[in-house]
């Protein structure tokens, strides 16, 4: 079976440029998540979607949106990119089961540049 | 931000030896996991434990949950080369929000 996938694995863009990531869950998940981990820390959590249909979002700007498809998978578009925006953007896959086991499958990860 | 801090952020051993790493956290948690980075790239779980857990082991992976002291362990028995990684503890919290929290992670360095 298919793991999580991500598209594309990297990408250079300009400051003020838009950028948009994708995400395709494993089969029969139907919660996606993403995570931005920049260099040296821990993921950061920036949406939670189940049924999609957003159901969390982190501490990140208006900058930063997300949706997912019919078929579960989804997309993670920032505009007007900064500097900071420079990181590895996560997507992850789950059941969203009931609380306590709540177990999610990460996929390799976008490598976003901005210059 | 970050929930919790790992302890200690780098580990350098032998292979062979016994790795211990320390997880703190902040709030009361449905759960912690643990998980691996090898370079920067995807996630990898290796084990979750629930709050009203103490121990669990996975293979050579024994982790342990102080809900009290609001931290756990991880320790890799008998390292080998390919554990080599970053090894991150995260946290589902009991209010509101599905979301997992990380900490900052530690590196560890298994010397062949």
Known sequence: DAGVTQSPTHLIKTRGQHVTLRCSPISGHKSVSWYQQVLGQGPQFIFQYYEKEERGRGNFPDRFSARQFPNYSSELNVNALLLGDSALYLCASSLLPSAGTYEQYFGPGTRLTVT | ?112
């Not at chain 2, 434990?49 to 982790?63: A, P, Q």
Request: contains cysteine; aromatic residues 6%.
């Open chain 2, 1 to 112: 931000s970050q929930q919790g801090e790992e302890d200690p952020q780098a580990l350098s051993i032998q292979e062979g030896e016994n790795a211990t790493m320390n997880c703190s956290y902040k709030t009361s948690i449905n759960n912690l996991q643990w998980y691996r980075q090898n370079s920067g790239r995807g996630l990898v779980h290796l084990i979750l434990i629930r709050s009203n857990e103490r121990e669990k082991h996975s293979g050579r992976l024994r982790v342990t949950l102080d809900t009290s002291k609001k931290s756990s362990s991880l320790l890799i028995t008998a390292s080998r080369a390919a554990d080599t990684a970053s090894y991150f503890c995260a946290t589902e919290g009991d209010t509101g929000r599905r979301a997992l929290t990380f900490g900052s992670g530690t590196r560890l360095q298994v010397q062949p």
